[in-house]
């Protein structure tokens, strides 16, 4: 019977959460000695973000953290993930400790820890504080350094109580969101730097890692990245190969080196030409990049189909939604795939397909490939377009049908073997969502912006009876 028609239990143990990120909550961006980041930079240009909505405000998490804690407690959920500011805590990138920065996660750990969550925090969730973009930021190797210093910091100001850590989130769209298609902080398009941004963004995970364990006896490390099956829209050869070159990109680049300490060699070639690209590896940066993990952070969101775009004709006439031209940027060039749409499957208001099974399949083919530590799925969550009724309540039942649906996938895989350890479901609150400004609402808990109120949604009521139950009901 499907894992949605029936009512299942999770394991002993088994960690419920929820995520945040600081720049896309905390607001208050100028307060307390916080420096400026390359989001504050970016969103702040002309064009660079919907309507040119920033996170100067955004769900103002600073000034309403104990009522967000108390929202916290109220779920239920025995564990919180949130991510440290680097400029709020450094606000050049480097030298001269923020204490006023240090004392606000200082508090945020410490009500948690009274309200009974476990805390999670993440070092770093894409703001480079702008002093280092400028001169380089990820491509120049330097930064690594910067970051591990930073890490030693965090480390050492909120543990011993803090056991589990997490050096970066999705390392992928910090740099090729961010270095080759342009489309977040801090808005380059060159594939050469996006290459060296992977591989200092990895190098300085490695780093931390070790920072963390230096600081905190007995502390758990792990990376959180965002992973996609990515399939062929054909068995034709040309379709295979671009399927092949988007997993080495989006999957491979950073799964191969974190757990087997090496690059895909297909990715090595591809990239050869590429300046800097590759020709930053050092020796010995592939072992500290592979400095064994206590977790892996997986964050799912769907599956993604490509076709060649010498094969979009084809793909269309196999049923398959096509654009009408493949995509100008430089990443879609480099790659030279085209991403195609099944129609037979809802997309959420991101344009993201909707397979709760390929998030089994993502996970099997992780145990299977890499035979990793202890996976926790960090994030999972949708956009919708949610709103408040006229009785003042908010109703999302496509949200509750969604993480419904991809529990019961996860139940799968750990049905299959697979040793999942948790689940954090994004996102607490609703927030700025980078590019898409405030146009895109992913939260258990409505935020009006304008105000500030927070109104728990159905989501948050049907998540908080699953953590109780520690079952999923039919």
Not at 61 to 67: G, I, Q, S, T
Not at 70 to 90: H, K, M, T
Not at 115 to 122: A, F, I
């Amino acid at each position: 019977m499907p894992a949605n028609r029936q009512s299942r239990s999770f394991p002993e143990g088994f960690l419920f959460g929820t995520k945040t990120s600081a720049y896309q909550i905390e607001g208050s961006v100028d307060a307390d000695g916080r420096g400026v980041s390359i989001w504050d930079t970016y969103s702040h240009t002309p064009g660079a973000t919907r309507h040119g909505d920033t996170g100067d405000v955004t769900s103002d998490h600073y000034r309403h953290l104990d009522e967000d804690l108390d929202l916290i407690a109220g779920l239920g959920a025995p564990a919180f993930c949130f991510s440290v500011a680097w400029p709020r805590v450094q606000p050049l990138g480097s030298g001269p400790v923020n204490q006023r920065g240090l004392d606000f996660y200082r508090r945020l750990v410490d009500g948690l820890l009274r309200r009974g969550v476990t805390p999670v925090p993440t070092l770093f969730h894409w703001d480079l504080p702008q002093p280092l973009q400028d001169v380089g930021g990820w491509p120049a190797r330097d930064t690594a350094g910067r970051f591990a210093d930073y890490a030693a910091i965090v480390a050492g100001a909120l543990g011993p109580e803090v056991k589990m850590w997490v050096t970066h989130n999705e390392p992928w769209c910090a740099a090729w969101l961010g270095y080759a298609l342009g489309v977040h902080a801090p808005g380059r398009r060159d594939v050469g730097l996006a290459v060296a941004a992977t591989h200092h963004l990895l190098l300085s995970h490695g780093l931390a890692v070790q920072a963390i364990r230096a600081a905190v006896p007995g502390g758990r490390a792990g990376i959180d990245l965002s992973l996609m099956p990515t399939r062929p829209a054909s068995a034709h050869e040309d379709d295979l190969a671009a399927a092949r070159r988007a997993d080495g990109n989006l999957n491979r680049l950073f799964l191969d080196p974190v757990l087997r300490g090496e690059y895909p060699a297909d990715m090595l070639a591809h990239y050869a030409a590429r300046q800097p690209g590759f020709g930053v590896v050092q020796d010995g940066d592939l072992r500290t990049i592979a400095e064994p993990l206590d977790f892996l952070g997986v964050n799912f969101y769907g599956p993604r189909t490509v076709c060649a775009p010498n094969r979009m004709a084809e793909a269309r006439a196999a049923g398959y939604w096509v654009p009408a031209a493949p995509p100008e940027d430089p990443l879609n060039a480099d790659l030279r795939d085209v991403e195609v749409h099944r129609p037979e499957f809802e997309r959420t208001p991101m344009d993201w397909e909707i397979e709760p099974a390929a998030l089994t399949e993502l996970l099997l083919r992780v145990r299977d490939d890499y035979a990793p530590p202890p996976l926790y799925v960090l994030e999972n969550g949708m956009a919708n377009d949610d709103y408040v009724a006229p009785d003042g309540e908010v109703r999302d039942p496509e949200r509750i049908a969604y993480l419904r649906d991809h529990l019961g996938a996860l139940l799968d895989a750990i049905s299959a073997g697979v040793d999942v350890r948790g689940y954090f479901a994004w996102s607490l609150l609703d927030n700025f969502e980078w590019a898409n400004g405030f146009s895109k609402r992913f939260g258990l808990v409505w935020v009006d912006y304008p105000s500030g109120a927070r109104i728990p949604k159905s989501s948050f009521a049907w998540y908080r009876d699953t953590i109780r139950a520690h079952a999923l009901a039919p």
